[in-house]
């Protein structure tokens, strides 16, 4: 046994960066990449949407810089992200459930830089799942845009993720256990046809698309798709930033509710 | 289990635990109704009681999970989250705590990332005995091997306090005796170890100092045989020949004695002041074949609860 030399307790310190570390985020990605569930939706789902929807009749047909090829793949890419940033989200809830973020409150790992890490594994997990989806448009060869809007459709996609990942917490906390994901897939594809990420909006009647206007994928779906379209209501930015507090709100909320034995 | 050198104590005028007239309340329920308490450095602390007598939630503040109502809680004279962020203060509890699908050696490299002074993961891992397992998924691990998991990452941080919410539950004897064996060579280190249990033997036979909680206060806090002769004193026994009306008398007289028994030449007396009894009996009586019992902790425990009511 080596004896290990410690500092005496007054002049112990705590971690920099409230304990936010690289070997969290290792721990972190290589759980969830083991995870069937997780791959299936980050990488599978995705991609197989991709592959059947890219396809239909009528992509080559033009939309802004490039085609409608390129239109579905921005979609696919953003319901894959979305999707996979809910489900990293909603483990938040999970784990405090079984009791690990009490055991990490023993620990000085700040909640925030927890958040934090929660947050840059969502953000990691989501850009697996753009590129996913943006390798398989890229081998169908169907879609077409200019690399620059290629490339800034994937990054403003993946900032739209982060919605996402909020409403995964929020859900989590409210649906406990494993049933959140069972609410919040269904829940995302719902969301993804009134948002008008499988079918354009001017394709419904005039009532459902009013409604649509006002649901979380409307705005951000607008957005990832704009470098493409060059069209961005103002209303749908609204929508964006609008549905993003509320989520991150409504995650605070339920999280904040839950400290009394942490 | 541990091998750690504990952390050298500051002035020892520092408290290890000091609680002053903390209570708690969840809405119109108070849990801990003031509680006082100091806990000097290097002591092995039991808290004893009933399930809802308080011990959690005084654990819980202790920790600085949750903030008294009102008073205030010190854990080696800083706030328990500056102590818990300077990695002085551990705890292992009972159950949960653990992600089924990390592998034990990521669960410990995962606490270990989180502080500033850790003791090598390998080292850690060696000193549980959980190295020959630590590629198993922690959900796939006995519930023994589990608690020896969550021992290991309690003692990362080389903890100056550790708090142990029933230790042992779900080892066998054999696993028990070990690590209480561990806990004592630590204290005997300075670490301070304050546990919460329900074996209330393992309370008599491990910690230096017994603390009684029951209805969110503290009933009696001293070592395991002063509560057994706080709660129902001792029992002396003895054979008199000629014990008459004067001597039963002055028998009663001695401060402490509460019951006088009588059954021909066998006198049962039960006070808390054995020795002075004793004394009385051997030099002022014939009396032979003195005995003095006192109650098991159980008797005393549940006599000082008012479970046995």
Known sequence: MSPVSMSPVADRRTPPLGGFNLTLLRIELRRLLRNRRTVVFTLLLPAGLALTLGGQSGWEQPVGEGNVGAYILISMAMYGAALTAASVGSMVALERSVGWSRQLRLTPLNPVAYILTKAVVALTMGALAIVTVNIIGKVQGKADMPVSVWVTAMVVTLFCTLTFAALGVFVGYVVPGENAMQILGPGLALLSFLGGLFIPLSQYAPVVRHLAYWTPMYGVSEITRAPLTHELPWYALVNAIAWFLVFIAGAAWRMSKDTARV | ?309
Request: proline share 3%; hydrophobic share 40%; glycine share 10%.
């Open chain 2, 1 to 309: 289990m541990s091998v750690v050198t504990p952390a050298r104590t500051t002035a020892p005028a520092t408290s290890a635990v000091r609680l002053d007239a903390v209570t708690k309340s969840f809405g119109h329920v108070e849990a801990v109704r003031g509680i006082d308490l100091d806990l000097a450095q290097g002591e092995v602390v039991a808290f004893l009681g009933p399930n809802g007598a308080g011990k959690t939630t005084t654990i819980d503040m202790v920790l600085g999970l949750s903030r008294p109502t009102t008073g205030t809680a010190q854990v080696l004279g800083r706030t328990p989250r500056d102590a818990v962020a300077h990695g002085l203060v551990s705890a292992v509890m009972q159950t949960g705590g653990l992600l089924k699908d990390m592998t034990v050696r990521e669960t410990v490299e995962y606490t270990a990332s989180l502080f500033a002074d850790t003791m090598p993961v390998d080292e850690a891992l060696r000193d549980a005995g959980i190295e020959a397992i630590a590629g198993r998924k922690v959900g796939k691990c006995s519930g023994g091997e589990q608690q020896r998991l969550r021992f290991a990452m309690a003692l990362l941080p080389d903890p100056a306090l550790l708090l142990l919410d029933e230790p042992t539950t779900g080892m066998d004897v054999e696993g028990r005796r070990t690590f209480w064996n561990a806990v004592r060579a630590d204290a005997e280190r300075g670490r301070t170890v304050m546990f919460a249990t329900h074996y209330l033997e393992e309370a008599d036979q491990y910690a230096d100092r017994i603390v009684l909680i029951a209805n969110g206060r503290i009933v009696a806090d001293g070592t395991g045989s002063e509560i057994r002769a706080l709660a129902a004193g001792r029992t002396v026994r003895a054979s008199v020949t000629g014990f008459g009306a004067e001597t039963e008398a002055r028998l009663r007289a001695i401060d402490g004695v509460d019951a006088v028994d009588v059954r021909g030449e066998q006198i049962l007396v039960h006070t808390t002041e054995s020795d002075a009894v004793a004394r009385f009996l051997l030099t002022e009586t014939a009396a032979r074949d003195l005995e003095i019992t006192s109650k098991n902790l159980e008797e005393a425990f549940l006599s000082l609860t008012g479970e046995d009511q």
